[in-house]
């Protein structure tokens, strides 16, 4: 039982660790009226211009269902635009739209100096 213990510990300290720091971010991104998630997606997008579905999920860390979901918000708020190869429907490409460019030109100034900060 005690490695089970300490595995615990270790998790939630993790989790109490990230919680503090997104509380340095939230407020820029409440500005942004985005979540930590979808700036994590936007940030991406923007640092290698289009990606793969698989890709995304894989470095943005969130699970591929739940990146659908967070994706399908992102187009409503015309950020973000789906592009599917001719050759190959089953393979979905991501990209910014010049929203979605302009939207993460507008914040990560401010979400560069709060690391600058921490």
């Known amino acids: 039982?005690?490695?089970?213990?300490?595995?615990?510990?270790?998790?939630?300290?993790?989790?109490?660790?990230?919680?503090?720091?997104?509380?340095?971010?939230?407020?820029?991104?409440?500005?942004?009226?985005?979540?930590?998630?979808?700036?994590?997606i936007l940030r991406l997008l923007a640092e290698n211009g289009t990606m793969d579905f698989q890709d995304l999920a894989r470095s943005a860390c969130i699970l591929r269902p739940s990146l659908t979901g967070i994706l399908t918000?992102?187009?409503?708020?015309?950020?973000?635009?789906?592009?599917?190869?001719?050759?190959?429907?089953?393979?979905?490409?991501?990209?910014l739209t010049e929203e979605g460019e302009r939207t993460f030109n507008d914040f990560v100034g401010k979400i560069d100096a709060c690391y600058d900060d921490i």
Do not use: C
């Not at 950020?79 to 190959?88: E, F, K, M």
């Open 73 to 95: 918000r992102l187009e409503k708020m015309k950020l973000v635009v789906r592009l599917r190869p001719a050759n190959d429907h089953r393979r979905v490409y991501l990209k």
């Open 1 to 40: 039982m005690p490695n089970q213990s300490k595995h615990a510990s270790i998790n939630i300290g993790l989790i109490q660790a990230r919680e503090a720091l997104m509380t340095q971010f939230r407020p820029i991104l409440n500005q942004a009226n985005i979540t930590d998630q979808q700036w994590r």
